[in-house]
C-alpha cells in the first residue's frame, strides 16, 4: 500500500457509477466532480468512491479490484453483504474495502469551503447522523479535519483509521466516534489511552445501546476519560468548540463575561461555568476566554457580533444564548464567530477542551510486576489473595475434631467453622458455618452440627474438611470480585456487603488495572461509603487500605489469566487494615 493513502481520500481519488451525490460527506463538503473510472484504468487512484446500483454493478466492482488503488469506497445501493469471494480477493491485493451504505470521506484534500478548519475527527459506522453533523457543523463555520463514514464494513474499521490519523497528523486534538454499540472495547480505551498522551481527547455517541452493560460501560469509559455523548447536537457543539479554542491557554481556566451585566441569565451562566470548573473574573486581561449572552436577534445579532467579533479578543470570545435559534447560527457564520445554543452545552464543551491532557486518571497508567511463581491450584483463592498482599484472616484446614481445637488454641477464641466443600461455595446459603465459637465445648458442639448442615444441603457433597479461622468483628463488610467481561477484559466490582448487601445492591465497576488513586475513587462513588465514615461509637474506618486491597485485586486479575471469575465476600474493614474472611474461584483455573 502506498504511503499516501493511509486514509481513504487522500492521494488521487477516482469515481465509479453515478451520482457522486450518492456519497452524503462528500457532498456536504461541496465535492461536485472527481476522475471518473477511466483515468484510474490509466492513472491508477489511491481511494475510489463506487456509487452502486444494485448486485448488477458486482462484475464492475470486481473488476476494479484489478486496479491499482489502496480504498474502494461503496456508496449508493448495493447489497448489505458483499460475496464473501469479493472480500477474500480484496484481502489478496491488500485493499480496504468501506461500505456497502459509506457516505464518503473527507480531509485536508476536501474540506467544507469557506468555514474554519478544526481539529476534530470525526468516525461514524453508519452515514446519516454523520453527514446530519457535517451540515451542522457547515452552518457553525467549521469544517472537521477528517469525517469517514465506514457503512457496513467489517474490512476496515473507525478504530484502524483513528490510529493512523493520530500516527500522521499532530494536529488532530479530538476524535468523535459515532457507532452502534462499542464491541471492541479494550481496543477502544487503549486508542483513547493513546490519544490522551499526545494531548487529544476521545468522545463516543453510541447509537444503540440497548444490549449493553450501559453503567459498566459509562463507568469504565470515563476511567479512561471518554466523554460519552448523548446527541448529535453535543457532537456538533463540541467538535465546533475544539475548533475555536485550540489556541487557548488550558492551564488558564478563568472566563471574562463580556458585555454581560448583573442579571438572571448571567447567573445561570455563571453557574455553569463553575460547575464546569472555571473561574469568573472582572479583568478580561486575567482571563484565558471570554464569553458573551447576546442580546440581540436576526441582523442586530450579526451587527453586535460583529462589533465584538474575534479581531478584539484575539479569537478567544465565545458568544451563547440560553437556547437554539437558526437566525443565531447564520449571524456567527457571517460574523465568523464561535456560537454555542445553550448555557450548559458550551460551557460543558469547554471543560472537555480543557481537561483533554489529563483526562484519563492515572490508574490506566500504572505500572506493575506480577508475582513469580504464584499457583491458583485446586481453586485456592486466599492462597492467590495473599501472593498479591491481600490480608487473609488466620485458618487451618481441619480433617478431624482434635484437629479443630488444636487449631482453634492456636489461633486463639474466638473462631468460626465453615465446612469446605467444592460443591458449596456460598456457605451462609447452606448455613454450614458457625460464628463467635468462645471456647472448646462450644467448638465441639458446633462441629458435627456443621457438618449435618453440610450433609442435609448437598447429601452428594464432597467434603474437604473444616476450616477453623478467626473472628472478625467491627467494621463492616464489604465485597470485592473481579470477572473477565468479552468486551473491556478484566473488570473489578466493589460494594457494601452485610445487612447492608440487600439494601444497596449496586456496585462500582472499573477496568483493571487501578492504581489506589482510582480504587480510593471507586469506594467512595460505591452508594455504601457513608459507611465506612465516622459512625457511633467508633472512628474512621481504613479507607486507604481498603483501596489499597482493590489496586492488588486488580493487579491479580491481570497477571491471572487462567482465573475467569474471583469473589470476595466479604472482606471487613476496620480503623485500621482490612481482611479477607471468605473468597472463591469461580471458572477455569490454569497453573503458571
Known sequence: MKDIAWIPGAGRTAFVGEPLEAFGVLKAAGVSSLPGL???????????????????????????????????????????????????????????????????SLG??????????????????????????????????????????????????????????????????????????LDAGRRFIDFSMEAARKGGRTALLLLDDADTEVREETSILGQYGVAVLKSPGEVVDIASVFS??????????????????????????????????????????????SVSILQASGASASTEMSRRGPRKDGGRLFF???????????????????????????????????????????????????????SAENGDAKSLLRAYGIPVAKEVLCVSLPEALSAADTIGYPVVLKVVSPSILRKMEARVVAL????????????????????????????????????????TEWRMEFRRSPRFGPLIEVGISGIYGDILPEGVVR??????????LMIRESPGYPLLLEGWRRGVLDEGAFSSAVAALSRLACCEKGVSRLHINPIFVNIRGVLVVDAFIEGSVAKK
Open 108 to 181: 485536508p484534500w476536501a474540506r467544507i469551503k469557506g468555514c474554519l478548519a478544526g481539529d476534530a475527527a470525526l468516525l461514524s459506522e453508519g452515514g446519516e447522523t454523520l453527514t446530519h453533523c457535517l451540515y451542522a457543523l457547515k452552518r457553525r463555520g467549521v469544517t472537521p479535519s477528517y469525517a469517514v463514514s465506514f457503512g457496513n464494513s467489517d474490512d476496515y474499521t473507525p478504530l484502524e483509521a483513528a490510529t493512523s490519523i493520530l500516527g500522521h497528523d499532530e494536529r488532530v486534538s479530538l476524535f468523535i466516534f459515532i457507532l452502534n454499540r
Open 511 to 520: 477496568a483493571a488495572p487501578l492504581s489506589e488513586d482510582e480504587a480510593l
Open 244 to 289: 475555536f479554542g485550540k489556541d487557548l491557554d488550558y492551564s488558564n481556566r478563568r472566563v471574562f463575561f463580556r458585555g454581560v451585566r448583573g442579571s438572571e441569565l448571567t447567573r445561570l451562566l455563571k453557574r455553569e461555568a463553575r460547575k464546569a470548573g472555571f473561574s469568573p473574573v472582572s479583568n478580561r486581561h486575567d482571563a484565558s476566554f
Open 38 to 104: 477511466a483515468e484510474a484504468r490509466s492513472s491508477g487512484a489511491d481511494t475510489l468512491f463506487f456509487a452502486g446500483r444494485g448486485a448488477a454493478d458486482l462484475p464492475l466492482l470486481e473488476e476494479c479490484l484489478e486496479l491499482s488503488t489502496s480504498f474502494i469506497v461503496l456508496g449508493g445501493s448495493w447489497p448489505r453483504k458483499l460475496p464473501a469471494s469479493l472480500i477474500s480477493l480484496a484481502k489478496q491485493k491488500g485493499l480496504r474495502i468501506l461500505g456497502p451504505g459509506s457516505e464518503g
Open 320 to 374: 451563547t444564548v440560553p437556547d437554539g435559534d437558526p437566525a443565531y447560527e447564520a449571524a456567527a457564520l457571517s460574523a465568523g464567530v464561535s456560537f454555542t445554543p445553550g448555557f450548559e452545552s458550551l460551557f460543558n464543551s469547554l471543560r472537555l477542551l480543557f481537561d483533554r491532557t489529563g483526562s484519563i486518571r492515572s490508574s490506566a497508567l500504572s505500572p506493575f510486576n506480577c508475582p513469580s511463581a504464584v
Open 436 to 475: 463467635n465459637i468462645q471456647d472448646e465445648e462450644e467448638l465441639r458442639n458446633a462441629y458435627g452440627r456443621t457438618l449435618e448442615k453440610a450433609r442435609l444441603a448437598r447429601p452428594s457433597a464432597e467434603v474437604s474438611g473444616v476450616l477453623v479461622q478467626e473472628m472478625v468483628q467491627g467494621g
